[in-house]
């Protein structure tokens, strides 16, 4: 069954208003999660780490106070896209890592913002 | 630096074996990933091999691995047109904080004709 679940699976907002996205560890307590960002016809790309308990760590590049993000239980952490624009569409997934080997997904969620 | 190389495409007839390349360059990467991602969904963990490995073989996969060459690849026996996706290779690095990290390649479309 799926070890980490992603809601929602995809949304559609307008200019200028904030999406949160959840990302859910099913089978176990995760002390850390990693958010990725994937666009059309390319690989993931890193964001940020996001660690229980205290302040995600970064990925250069990665606006932190446009990309906010909350790691407030094992088994939760959520991705807020504030001021959400146009070029911010893409398809936003997380991970968390199992032991010391396994990188698990979520479904991935599809924003677009109009 | 950082880097994951994988052929874009590859198209195979079905039935036949699809056999997916990837080269890494950095030799202290502990595992290598190989990841299905089909259309619009999230990634799903194929198979996996520590680095002291050459070899795994899992049902219908084949993951060979060349330290020397920093090369990967893939083997898929028999392949069936539900194989058609894209497969990400990854490498997984620890960092400090015994945080971890994946490099991504940029995934590899397999089409598979009847």
């Known amino acids: 069954g799926a070890v980490v679940s992603q809601h929602p699976s995809w949304v559609i907002c307008k200019s200028g208003t904030s999406v949160k996205i959840e990302c859910r560890s099913l089978d176990f307590q995760a002390t850390t999660m990693f958010w990725y960002r994937q666009f059309p016809k390319q690989s993931l790309m890193l964001m940020a780490t996001?660690?229980?308990?205290?302040?995600?760590?970064?990925e250069q590049g990665v606006e932190k106070d446009k990309f906010l993000i909350n790691h407030a239980s094992l088994t939760l952490s959520t991705l807020t896209v504030t001021s959400a624009h146009p070029e911010d569409s893409s398809f936003y997934i997380c991970?968390?890592?199992?032991?010391?080997?396994?990188?698990?997904f979520g479904q991935g969620t599809r924003l677009t913002v109009v | 630096g950082e880097d994951v190389e994988q052929s874009l495409f590859l198209s195979v007839r079905e039935g036949d074996s699809s056999v997916i390349n990837c080269t890494y360059t950095d030799s202290s990467s502990t595992y290598l990933y190989w990841y299905k991602q089909e259309p619009g969904a999230g990634l799903q963990l194929l198979t996996y091999i520590f680095s002291n490995m050459d070899m795994k073989q899992d049902q219908r996969l084949t993951v060979l691995l060349n330290k020397k060459d920093k090369h990967l690849s893939l083997r898929i026996a028999d392949t069936q047109t539900g194989d058609s996706a894209i497969y990400f290779c990854?490498?997984?690095?620890?960092?400090?904080?015994?945080?971890?990290?994946?490099?991504w390649g940029l995934g590899t479309s397999l089409a598979v004709n009847p």
């Open positions: 996001s660690n229980e308990g205290s302040k995600a760590t970064y």
């Open positions: 991970s968390v890592v199992k032991g010391d080997t396994e990188a698990f």
């Open positions: 990854a490498e997984g690095k620890r960092r400090a904080g015994n945080n971890r990290k994946l490099i």
